[in-house]
């Protein structure tokens, strides 16, 4: 594994995580229970993490 493709990993989950961190903390705001918006964190964090790294294998 290269430099660039460890890079691209890290930038692909930290982004993932930031992103079901949001939409979980904004389902449980919205007054989802806590169970509930972390199930709807986690799928984020999954769709994201999905998305951002088909796009940089794509590239590769």
């Given at each position: 594994?290269?430099?660039?493709?460890?890079?691209?990993?890290?930038?692909?989950?930290?982004?993932?995580?930031?992103?079901?961190?949001?939409?979980?903390?904004?389902?449980?705001?919205?007054?989802?229970?806590?169970?509930?918006?972390?199930?709807i964190?986690?799928?984020?964090?999954?769709?994201?993490?999905?998305?951002?790294?088909?796009?940089?294998?794509?590239?590769?």
């Amino acid at each position: 594994m290269s430099k660039l493709q460890a890079l691209a990993l890290l930038l692909a989950l930290s982004v993932a995580f930031h992103i079901g961190c949001v939409a979980a903390f904004t389902a449980w705001r919205e007054g989802a229970r806590p169970g509930t918006a972390l199930l709807i964190g986690g799928s984020a964090t999954g769709a994201a993490c999905t998305l951002y790294l088909t796009a940089v294998g794509v590239y590769d």
